[in-house]
């Protein structure tokens, strides 16, 4: 545990899947949303402890609040509080140990498809 989540309020926990507990399933089902997608892709582009409301989302504070969970729940990222904002880093060791190379490929495969940018 971090020194930032340590230093959260005791209801600032957020719970996150151990290593061992992530799932395939979970983590494709988390990685077909493209607002999902979206989020892991600026994470992978090394940046990394995010704040939430940094990503600019194209959808409403609830739901961009529930992807996020869905990537936390998914073991595809982690998530925890400095101060009052949430901070976001993708668990891309994790599941480099746990899927090799699935991580890269849907990356790669979402960059190739993703239209240019002038």
Do not use: W
Request: aromatic fraction near 4%; glycine fraction near 6%; charged fraction near 25%.
């Amino acid at each position: 545990m971090s020194s930032s989540e340590q230093a959260a309020a005791p209801g600032r926990k957020l719970a996150h899947p151990a290593r061992e507990e992530i799932r395939l399933e979970a983590v494709l089902h988390a990685l077909a949303d493209r607002v999902r997608l979206r989020i892991v892709c600026e994470l992978a582009d090394g940046h990394t402890d995010m704040a939430c409301m940094t990503f600019g989302l194209p959808v409403s504070k609830s739901t961009s609040t529930h992807h996020f969970r869905v990537l936390r729940e998914a073991g595809v990222i982690r998530q925890h509080y400095e101060g009052t904002s949430r901070m976001n880093r993708l668990r891309s060791d994790d599941l480099e140990v746990l899927f090799p190379g699935l991580l890269r490929a849907v990356l790669r495969a979402q960059r190739q498809s993703a239209p240019a940018t002038p």
